[in-house]
């Protein structure tokens, strides 16, 4: 019975290995699930598509995906690599580790984004945009003859139609107690920068002389990225580059760096206050009947110190009235993100007059014709318009 290496972790890439037939074969960055993939490659025995591979008959899947991670992580910025090191690592575990490229079939992309139903068509474009990239680079560097998933389709994606008018955002940093979190809104707002840039930025980034800041063409999305800074953002940045003269600049309350996860938690809890005061001031109140309904759906079980117990009636009503008022207050209140705030911050501008080549400028597009395919809502706006037609004839 032929035997195999075990599994090994490389740190500086976050990721689980074995070396099979002269070859690092890419078990993913979970060790669960890491050591699942190993024990199926140990099914296949002697026959294994790596033992091909090596030979020059065959190329592996997880081997190109490898192969692109590596060059991204030397020719791509962090925040690039970690974009495809997400997606494609999730990927990974869902196809047999011995599955080459000749074998792989638009089918095994397309179960993998079916089995998340609750993703978006954004999400979902998104995630098979990462797969094609990988073999479309093996192509272009000819490892590959042909990507074999070229003309998989994507779903369209979908528009950002939510602007945040500023009585909005007015009501939003009214409900921002925090002070860190309010600091990145106004950011945000104010500049129209990436989210990946707010939460990246560093006092290395900080140009004091002309109130900006530029990221190299190695770290910005497209290239040399500048974000310029009106005399509050540059004053928020001043006072943070004091704080924290290394490494990011806007953190939480706890001094770490603000995640995506926790920013997008930070929103739905907002989403729920002004949600629950709009619910207040419009006398709106729960239903009893619903109440009781709904709380014969909650599970009964609470884990206390290690040991479950039943939930008395008490407990079980306020936990119906509490998420049903979270259900209510979320129909009343938009979905905000750090991106709708640049979304509302470039439809502002254009709206105020300022002319599509400086939008693209400031917000650090490559190519000014986004603007048009990203905000064609204006043309439906009956008073924005008219007023530039009056404004084009004099």
């Known amino acids: 019975m032929p035997r195999f290496p075990k599994p090994f972790f490389r740190q500086s890439r976050g990721l689980w290995y074995v070396q099979v037939g002269g070859k690092q074969i890419n078990l993913g960055p979970d060790r669960g699930a890491a050591f699942r993939q ?25 081997e190109i995906i490898d192969e692109f991670l590596e060059h991204c992580q030397i020719h791509s910025s962090p925040a690039t690599y970690q974009w495809y090191r997400d997606r494609l690592q999730e990927f990974v575990p869902t196809i047999p580790p011995v599955l080459t490229v000749k074998e792989l079939r638009p089918f095994h992309v397309q179960k993998w984004v079916d089995a998340h139903p609750r993703w978006a068509n954004g999400t979902r474009r998104i995630a098979i945009r990462a797969i094609k990239r990988a073999m479309r680079w093996a192509e272009e560097q000819g490892l590959i003859d042909k990507s074999p ?7 369209a994606g979908g528009r950002r139609e939510l602007v945040v008018s500023p009585e909005e955002f007015r009501e939003i940093l009214d409900h921002t107690q925090n002070r860190d979190f309010r600091e990145l809104l106004i950011v945000t707002w104010e500049t ?9 930025v560093e006092a290395r980034h900080v140009d004091l002389a002309n109130k900006r800041w530029v990221f190299p063409q190695s770290e910005g999305k497209t290239g040399l990225r500048i974000v310029y800074l009106t005399e509050t953002t540059f004053a928020i940045t001043r006072r943070l580059m004091s704080r ?3 490494g ?6 706890n001094g770490h760096p603000w995640t995506t996860d926790a920013v997008n938690c930070y929103f739905r809890a907002l989403r729920q206050r002004i949600g629950a005061e ?15 309904r709904f709380m014969a759906t909650l599970r009964r079980e609470k884990t206390e110190n290690g040991c479950q117990r039943l939930k008395t009636g008490g407990e079980l009503l306020s936990e119906a009235r509490r998420k049903l ?26 709206e105020r007059g300022v002319d599509a080549l400086t939008v693209a400028v400031l917000m650090g597009h490559s190519d000014p014709s986004m603007l048009a395919k990203v905000y064609q809502h204006l043309s439906l706006n009956p008073q924005h318009l008219p007023s530039q037609l009056e404004k084009a004839v004099g």
């Not at 998933?149 to 779903?155: D, L, V």
């Open 149 to 155: 998933i070229a003309n998989m389709r994507k779903p």
């Open 192 to 200: 129209g920068c990436r989210p990946q840039e707010s939460l990246r």
């Open 278 to 292: 709009r619910m207040r001031n419009s006398g709106i109140k729960l239903d009893g009947r619903e109440v009781q």
């Open 325 to 350: 008022v979270q259900r209510q207050a979320c129909r009343m209140v938009p979905n905000y993100s750090l991106y709708s705030l640049r979304h509302s911050w470039a439809t502002h501008a254009l």
């Open 248 to 253: 990011t600049l806007f953190r939480n309350s």
């Open 38 to 62: 190993y024990h199926a490659l140990m099914g296949t025995g002697p026959r294994t598509s790596a033992t091909n591979a090596a030979r020059g008959d065959a190329t592996l899947v997880v």
């Open 244 to 246: 924290h003269p290394y």
